[in-house]
């Protein structure tokens, strides 16, 4: 067991991310096992929760013409246009039906602002709207994160950034997180991961 100061966190292991839903990430199912193990590890276990409502601005079905996966510019700036996924109720923004979501001392939802999507658990992609999760972590005096889930080069990636420019040491265990490699996205979240001093491995 870690000591106090270490919390698991779990990003976006629902069922949209896995193979099956409707933003699937490639052997998103295939890490549940190790995240359940892992968390025997931590004596702090966060869960994320992608949830967005059913108009969400991310989707692209809110933007005549666009098709997933096109790009566009918001008042924050450029950001991805998803498939509708992960909308708040639905079996696709439920958890995988294997993780242990009994072990989650916290389960932090984000996305659920029409106008803004949020990648990380720390920060709205405008950058500055928080999620709180911060002020959780470290009224509970951790300040030691390792993070898993989905997907490496999106939720995860922006998570681990934000917590290192916050001052956490991170690590991001690779091998418990599946990407979704959209134009080199996955290469660039490497990138800026190690950039920020996040330790991937
Ligand atoms: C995610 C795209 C849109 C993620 C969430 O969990 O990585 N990616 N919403
Ligand atoms: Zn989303």
Known sequence: M???THALIVIDVQNDFCPGGALAVP???QIVPGINSLMEKFPAVILTQDWHPADHSS???QHPGAAPMDMTEMPYGPQVLWPDHCVQGTK????HDDLNTTRADLILR??????IDSYSAFF????TTPTGLEGYLRTRGIDHLTMVGLATD??????????AKLGFAVEVRGDLCRAI???GSLAAARDGMAAAGVTVT
């Not at 696709?92 to 958890?95: I, S």
């Open 2 to 4: 870690r000591d106090a």
């Open 27 to 29: 052997g998103g199912d």
């Open 59 to 61: 989707f692209a079905s």
């Open 92 to 95: 696709g923004a439920a958890f």
């Open 110 to 115: 984000k996305g659920f602002r029409r106008k």
């Open 124 to 127: 709205e992609n405008d950058q």
């Open 154 to 163: 999106f939720c995860v990636n922006f998570s681990a950034v934000d917590a």
């Open 181 to 183: 490699d959209l134009n």
